[in-house]
């Protein structure tokens, strides 16, 4: 999808995540991210993924007197290619399951 039909534009965000593979928990590298969407590179098992997954991305490095929690995200599948090491997996947000604030905060800190 170009940019231009985009409704939240995408900022780059270079954090790791797991991904819920099947059966399997993959690690991946989130690449960008808007409000309602997340782009994620995996290595492998990303052919796993059948529709609806849940993303975890754990707390970033930790200013003195701060608390963040795990963003645990439930996300649909929309678009998956096959990449020369791995996948590259394009998916909807359905839900924050957890640190919406930290999770808002993730994507909204890379505003122009």
């Not at 690449?31 to 994620?40: H, K, L, P, Q, R």
């Not at 052919?47 to 701060?66: M, S």
């Amino acid at each position: 999808m170009t940019e231009e039909r985009r409704i939240y534009k995408r900022r780059k965000i270079y954090v790791t995540c797991q991904v819920d593979c099947g059966d399997r928990v993959a690690a991946g590298r989130v690449t960008d991210a808007s409000e309602n969407g997340i782009a994620i590179l995996l290595p492998e098992h990303g052919d796993l993924i059948k529709g609806e997954t849940r993303i975890q991305i754990p707390p970033a490095h930790q200013p003195e007197g701060e608390s963040f929690e795990t963003i645990a995200l439930r996300a649909q599948l929309v678009d998956l290619q096959k990449k020369t090491k791995g996948h590259r997996l394009g998916l909807r947000i359905v839900q924050v399951e957890s640190g919406a604030s930290d999770w808002t905060q993730l994507y909204a800190e890379f505003k122009h």
